[in-house]
């Protein structure tokens, strides 16, 4: 098999197992990477083909009315049409070698599909394709799970959130400080005085400076809440679920006293890693947050909780291509019990800030509704706006939570979906 049916063929298989599992992308893909001898272009355009296709899957299934009658979801000539129609519409593939390539797919013994089918299709699609770019699905696609938890969106919430999902997520950088972003040697968007996005997608090794750590990458939405936190230089804060790091990174470039936590071996090894092309330094705790030793306390707990990740829907697209969707019982039960901890871990008067990536009412403001109702001696603090970051006026709602949807600023950059919370501790 030549190296470009073999790219092709792994991104086969990487659709098909995510569809029917509750995987993650980087996890599958990982996983094949090690097992083939792979170039990081071939990486590259498996990555490409993957993504873009779980991001387009509702355009696609529009497009496949168009010419089949009836057509079968999760079929292998779904799969195989999946990849392909996302490579010649929206990565403008050339058309003799994506059509050539699935023919040849078809034929697999692993795979079977109709070829003359595949061929007379895919020759169709790529005739139509300039017309068929504008295709699109609606919100009565997406999934029920989804649907059911976003009933009281208005019609223009459900286009904005349908318009958006399919676009390609920026590469936001976060520098150490403003001097550095000024003197890169690459055209940005500003979204800070220390933040901003390339406006050209390129290999993160290859921008200024990587080797030389003076930026890490974080979305907006993740970055702002912790840079909000004022006077912070020397306090003593714990950042609960670390890993990769870039809330610590925030923290320790602003001075504090950082212990980070994180339980799993390979994450604490990725965030080992990141402090070190960074120059940072910081206390590092392998441990379950849930069983850290509750007589030390700190000025600032930071609690990033595990969620059902739906604010990250453009950077991981499987959480709407997968049968298998978010187990919200046991999401909702871990971060009410993560809460529980970061109290007891939260010197007096100090703070405790609540985040997830996630917008969904369950996972951020009930949360903190019922927080605040077991524990009165405790009170939201509004997160303070400035003009430092671009549109914060727009992201801090009435009860002074930082709260987005996945969506555009008013200078085109794209950011996550993002709920934040601000609990003062009021014990004397």
């Not at 169709?124 to 068929?132: E, S």
């Not at 291509?321 to 971060?335: D, G, S, V």
């Not at 671009?390 to 002074?400: E, Q, R």
Request: some cysteine; proline content about 3%.
């Amino acid at each position: 098999m030549h190296q470009g049916l073999l790219t092709r063929y792994i991104a086969y298989n990487i659709l098909k197992k995510l569809r029917n599992k509750a995987l993650s992308f980087k996890g599958v893909f990982s996983q094949y990477i090690k097992k083939y001898d792979l170039d990081n272009s071939d990486k590259k355009m498996i990555q490409n083909i993957v993504l873009n296709s779980m991001r387009n899957k509702i355009n696609i299934e529009e497009i496949l009315k168009i010419y089949i009658k009836k057509f079968e979801i999760d079929n292998n000539s779904y799969f195989l049409l999946l990849g392909a129609i996302t490579q010649l519409i929206y990565l403008n593939f050339k058309p003799y070698a994506v059509i050539n390539s699935s023919v040849e797919l078809a034929k697999h013994p692993k795979i079977r599909a109709p070829k003359n089918f595949i061929n007379a299709i895919l020759r169709k699609i790529d005739k139509d394709k300039k017309k068929l770019l504008h295709v699109s699905g609606n919100y009565t696609k997406l999934p029920n799970w989804f649907k059911n938890k976003t009933k009281k969106w208005t019609v223009i919430d459900k286009l904005k959130f349908i318009k958006t999902i399919s676009e390609e997520p920026n590469i936001h950088l976060v520098f150490k400080k403003k001097e550095d972003l000024n003197k890169i040697n690459r055209e940005i968007i500003k979204t800070s005085n220390n933040s901003g996005v390339l406006k050209k997608h390129e290999s993160l090794i290859e921008i200024p400076d990587y080797k030389f750590g003076k930026w890490w990458v974080q979305d907006y939405s993740a970055m702002t809440p912790i840079m909000l936190l004022d006077k912070i230089k020397n306090k003593k804060v714990i950042d609960l679920c670390s890993a990769p790091g870039g809330k610590t990174f925030v923290l320790v470039n602003k001075g504090a006293k950082v212990t980070a936590v994180e339980k799993d071996n390979e994450r604490i090894n990725q965030l080992k890693d990141n402090l070190l092309r960074l120059n940072f330094n910081c206390n590092i705790l392998n441990s379950d947050a849930l069983k850290i030793n509750e007589k030390n306390k700190y000025d600032i707990v930071i609690l990033d909780a595990p969620c059902s990740s739906i604010g990250t829907i453009r950077r991981h697209p499987e959480i709407f291509y997968r049968k298998i969707f978010p187990n919200f019982n046991k999401l909702t039960l871990i971060q009410s019990k993560l809460l529980e901890k970061a109290k007891k871990l939260v010197n007096k008067k100090g703070e405790i800030i609540y985040m997830v990536c996630s917008f969904l009412k369950e996972e951020g403001e009930i949360q903190i509704k019922n927080f605040l109702k077991k524990n009165k001696n405790f009170r939201i603090e509004k997160f303070k706006i400035t003009n430092n970051f671009k549109d914060l006026n727009n992201l801090i709602d009435k009860n002074g939570y930082f709260y987005t949807q996945p969506k555009k600023l008013s200078n085109g950059v794209l950011i996550d979906g993002f709920f934040a919370a601000k609990i003062i501790n009021n014990d004397k």
